[in-house]
T-cell receptor, first 114, second 114 residues
Framework: QKEVEQNSGPLSVPEGAIASLNCTYS??????FFWYRQYSGKSPELIMS????GDKEDGRFTAQLNKASQYVSLLIRDSQPSDSATYLC??????????????FGGGTRVLVKP | DGGITQSPKYLFRKEGQNVTLSCEQN?????MYWYRQDPGQGLRLIYY???????QKGDIAEGYSVSREKKESFPLTVTSAQKNPTAFYLC?????????????FGPGTRLTVL
């Protein structure tokens, strides 16, 4: 079992719809969770961080964390063609005991169709 | 402007050569990281350093070496022992305080073995 798992996609979403991305992790004591957006050929860009159970909203993005079920999700509302990218989920394992290391999932490719 | 720079953007290596990738940051971050990304895959940690003159192996350190003589700089050498070095190499940095493990990435170096 991979430490951080994501559906590779592609997730095809009509423009204006909600894109829902999921990520599961295996380390129960993980405390910090991140979503990065990566355009083709570019480096990852941090778009959301979440540390507590529940929802965190930032503009059109909402991150949801459920530590009991060991999953974190990202919702993109009013999806735009510019949201077409690969979204990487990252987890700080071992409750931070390993320092600031992050473990990344393989990414979910999102395609927003006009 | 504060940020992370990597050079060169593209690098071509012949079989048996060692090459060094540069990573510099002016964010005053203590920790720096090197990742490798293969097509369609997530990021894998090569080496990381949380303080000057100290670094640790990541998940795929074989065939790579690093140094951390200055806080701002964390060069990565890809040695001839690395059998499959063609990949996208990403450098990242973060502050080292509890609860703030966000990592920020440079633009990357794309290495191709000829």
């Amino acid at each position: 079992q991979k430490e951080v798992e994501q559906n590779s996609g592609p997730l095809s979403v009509p423009e204006g719809a909600i894109a829902s991305l999921n990520c599961t992790y295996s380390d129960r004591v993980s405390q910090s969770f991140f979503w990065y957006r990566q355009y083709s050929g570019k480096s990852p860009e941090l778009i959301m961080s979440i540390y507590s159970n529940g929802d965190k909203e930032d503009g059109r993005f909402t991150a949801q964390l459920n530590k009991a079920s060991q999953y974190v999700s990202l919702l993109i509302r009013d999806s735009q063609p510019s949201d077409s990218a690969t979204y990487l989920c990252a987890v700080n394992p071992q409750g931070g005991a390993a320092g600031n290391k992050l473990t990344f999932g393989g990414g979910t490719r999102v395609l927003v169709k006009p | 402007d504060g940020g992370i720079t990597q050079s060169p953007k593209y690098l071509f290596r012949k079989e048996g050569q060692n090459v060094t990738l540069s990573c510099e940051q002016n964010l005053n971050h203590d920790a720096m990281y090197w990742y490798r990304q293969d097509p369609g895959q997530g990021l894998r940690l090569i080496y990381y350093s949380q303080i000057v003159n100290d670094f640790q192996k990541g998940d795929i350190a074989e065939g790579y070496s690093v140094s951390r003589e200055k806080k701002e700089s964390f060069p990565l050498t890809v040695t001839s022992a690395q059998k499959n070095p063609t990949a996208f190499y990403l450098c990242a940095s973060s502050i080292v305080t509890s609860g703030s493990p966000e990592q920020f990435f440079g633009p990357g170096t794309r290495l191709t073995v000829l």
